[in-house]
């Protein structure tokens, strides 16, 4: 059984890597991480709908360049114009008309016109299967950290937990990306939360897109905060929310806004002056400089 190499920030002091109490109790299971066998046991074939599961390395946040197994679940609570995994919620013709009609005519082409088949995008997998495949594209165990996204992963949180709860046993280092809505309580109390609040630029009502109460259950996790900026009103907005959230300024990112590697560039050339003059942290996003808006990688 491998294990953990570092964990996660533990935010409130400073980086320790962990001791072998640490790694005893994530192997044994603790009374946050409990067994995968005693909470098998409370259920039946707990499953999750399953978008995809590659290798590769984050592209995002504090992990940057750390390989990564992805889960990308299906599903999701918000309707993000900008959205670019839409394969995971976009399913009916009905809600891409309801999106197009609320955003200005100048940002219709990141919407786009298609609508995903659910049935090829969203596979329903037992955790047991789904951790099989994920087992499948370790590269001989060489990685060991999971990174659990979507859509918004914690719609299906009762099952993701018997998910991350199994990793961690067998030595995974998790992180969560999760708009930051939902929360965070099911599930075991190592997993590091990269929260994502989304801003006005997403073009979904306050009421739904923010959840102050909700944050502030983040603020005492293994967490941060990241916002997709692209211009001074963005900027405004996530620094309102960053002060009324009381997050520090060492758990805040900024990323720019972008789907290719010029937009990126241009935007992360801006925000690196915006980081630098409030002491917040800079994110790029190394896989679409990389690769372009690609699927699985």
């Not at 504090?62 to 309707?79: M, Q, Y």
């Not at 739904?208 to 603020?219: A, K, V």
């Not at 005492?220 to 997050?247: H, M, P, T, W, Y």
């Not at 990323?255 to 915006?274: F, I």
Request: proline share 6%; aromatic share 8%; hydrophobic share 35%.
């Amino acid at each position: 059984m491998r294990v953990i190499r570092r964990r996660a920030f533990e935010w409130g002091q400073r980086w320790r890597y962990p001791t072998s109490l640490d790694n005893v109790r994530l192997r044994a299971g603790t009374a946050t991480v409990p067994s995968i066998r005693e909470t098998s046991e409370k259920t039946s074939s707990p499953r999750l709908s399953v978008a995809e599961v590659f290798s590769s390395v984050q592209g995002e946040g504090p992990f940057t360049g750390r390989p990564s197994i992805f889960v990308r679940l299906s599903k999701c609570n918000l309707e993000c114009s900008w959205c670019d995994t839409k394969y995971t919620w976009l399913f009916q013709e009905e809600l891409l008309s309801r999106i197009r009609a609320r955003v200005p005519e100048q940002e219709l082409d990141e919407v786009g016109t298609q609508v995903f088949d659910r049935r090829k995008e969203a596979r329903l997998l037992s955790v047991d299967a789904c951790m099989k495949e994920i087992l499948a594209v370790t590269h001989g165990d060489t990685i060991q950290a999971a990174v659990l996204t979507g859509g918004e992963p914690l719609l299906q949180a009762s099952a993701l937990r018997y998910l991350a709860t199994d990793l961690i046993n067998r030595g995974f280092a998790i992180e969560v990306e999760t708009n930051g809505t939902l929360s965070p309580q099911s599930l075991p109390g190592p997993v590091h939360f990269n929260v994502s609040p989304k801003l006005a630029n997403s073009r979904m009502p306050a009421t739904r897109r923010l959840r102050p109460d909700i944050l502030h259950e983040f603020l005492g996790r293994n967490s941060i905060l990241k916002f997709v900026v692209s211009n001074q009103e963005d900027l405004e907005e996530a620094e309102s929310l960053v002060n009324a959230s009381g997050f520090p300024p060492e758990r805040v990112f900024l990323m720019p806004k972008g789907t290719d590697p010029e937009t990126l560039a241009e935007g992360g050339r801006w925000l690196v002056s915006q980081c630098l003059s409030r002491g917040w942290q800079y994110s790029h996003r190394v896989h679409v400089s990389l690769w372009g808006n690609r699927r699985g990688i």
